[in-house]
């Protein structure tokens, strides 16, 4: 399918999308008008409407969308069928909390490793997960295809690892340090997680209300 | 300052203007053109009008924003200066992580106790924040005023302790559990954290260049 340019804000809806039909689907709900699914998920039916034209509209006038199916196409654009791997940069806490609670597999991705550099948790095996050393790291990617460095290092190691991952191949960093990455090459992707921005928002919120 | 009803996605980009004017303000910038202030977050200078205008609008002809002026103006509306405290739920790998690393005082926030079932935690201190027995919680609110209660405990656990909290009047739900949480009262604001929704969007994004 071809695609067209994509807006981020299109981008950003496409896995609550995917988040909100697997729920229906795991309900049991096979099809769904676009103005119900609208409903739940706070959007008007012409704005999901709007979206999904972006890839090629899916739904049927006068029937709605199969929720089985349109969850299968929006996996298929999200690339959650491409075997993609990620491996972990520093096992501290949040590397950890990442590692044991959160499932890489929903979203297509394979956790492969995680690096650190610390003597207690080198050669360990942490959830499933093999530790290594991070002096390895070049080697590694040389043998095995990466395609996400998700950094939870301390922010002043950021800048080094992420140079070190793009050189290797790496082409997507999922960004848990409080740091910009400035990052060469027009082909790597940063996606930060701004867990302040988060609690700004709600903070904005509970003060609105009083 | 009377408040116009705010749209979501402008509510999302106060957080971005206050770091991106912290930042500038950090490195000695004191004032700066809408289009120069878009031009560094990738909006357009239209766009950071029509934001601002939502809140009376803060430029001058001519002048552009004076950032230092901006930053307090936008950590006001933001309810950077309420006194709002938080309490962590659950100190397992991720309560231990924003504990540890996470700077809820920069986003205007005390956070003041955690709270985890777990012997060898209970009594501890752990960061400076005294974790207490999940037991305790009743009695803490009812003596604390808890603004927003970050929610770090195993999903199953989420929903119980989630109506815990809103009985003893916590505004705001900090939601890093993959659970959705119905809530009642129209008081109560969840945000949820949710990872899936984050990497998908990086999948995406490698995805779409290959």
């Avoid at 990455?181 to 701004?194: F, I, N, R, T, Y």
Wanted: glycine share 10%; aromatic share 8%; proline share 2%.
């Amino acid at each position: 399918m071809k695609k067209q340019r994509v807006s981020s804000a299109v981008i950003r809806r496409l896995p609550r999308y995917y988040r909100h039909l697997s729920d229906l689907h795991d309900v049991g709900v096979v099809r769904i008008s676009s103005s119900a699914l609208a409903g739940s998920m706070g959007l008007t039916a012409s704005q999901i409407r709007q979206d999904l034209s972006c890839f090629g509209g899916f739904g049927q006038q006068g029937y709605g969308y199969n929720v089985e199916n349109l969850r299968g196409e929006i996996a298929d654009i999200l690339g959650m069928e491409r075997g993609h791997s990620a491996i972990i940069l520093g096992a501290g806490n949040l590397g950890r909390a990442l590692m044991e609670n959160f499932h890489f597999d929903r979203s297509g991705f394979a956790l492969t490793a995680a690096f650190d550099i610390r003597p207690e948790l080198v050669g360990r095996t942490l959830s499933g997960v093999p530790v290594h050393h991070i002096d390895t790291l070049e080697g590694y990617l040389q043998s095995n295809r990466v395609s996400v460095g998700v950094l939870t290092v301390p922010s002043s190691a950021a800048a080094a690892i992420a140079e070190r991952l793009v050189k290797g191949g790496v082409r997507g960093l999922w960004n848990f340090t409080n740091t910009e990455l400035a990052v060469h090459g027009p082909e790597v992707v940063v996606e930060d997680v701004h867990f302040a921005d988060s609690l700004l928002a709600l903070s904005y919120m509970i003060t609105e209300e009083t």
